[in-house]
């Protein structure tokens, strides 16, 4: 059974920073396209930075790009998001995802693997 746990999520005030992490079980990690999305209350999920499975090729969103910046250890099984200048629009759930990756696939399109989530709220 594939499971992603998402952890480093939190409150924090603008301008600060937050680490995620999603430890992923029951999948080979490196055979897997990794990427992180969010949700805000009423608002569609969006992708928000996607890594290919060992080349590490990545996807940002624009609203991100120059803040985020997504990483992947392949023996620990890790995902990470590193967050800073983190703004109140960036307030959401933040899942965990995974998806086959048969040639060093970049996008946010097509996950089939999700976590359950981390919260992660900025105030201003």
């Known amino acids: 059974v594939v499971q992603l746990a998402e952890s480093g999520g939190g409150s924090v005030q603008a301008g600060g920073s937050l680490r995620l992490s999603c430890t992923a079980s029951?999948?080979?990690?490196?055979?897997?396209?990794m990427g992180w999305f969010r949700q805000a209350p009423g608002k569609e999920r969006e992708g928000v930075s996607c890594?290919?499975?060992?080349?590490?090729?990545?996807y940002y969103a624009a609203s991100v790009k120059g803040r985020f910046t997504i990483s992947r250890d392949n023996v620990k099984n890790t995902l990470y998001l590193q967050m800073s200048s983190l703004k109140p629009e960036d307030t959401a759930m933040y899942y965990c995802?995974?998806?086959?990756?048969?040639?060093?696939?970049?996008?946010?399109?097509?996950?089939?693997?999700w976590g359950q989530g981390t919260q992660v709220t900025v105030s201003s």
């Open positions: 890594i290919s499975r060992s080349l590490g090729s990545t």
């Open positions: 995802a995974a998806v086959t990756d048969y040639n060093e696939y970049v996008g946010c399109i097509g996950y089939k693997y």
């Open positions: 029951g999948l080979t990690f490196d055979d897997y396209a």
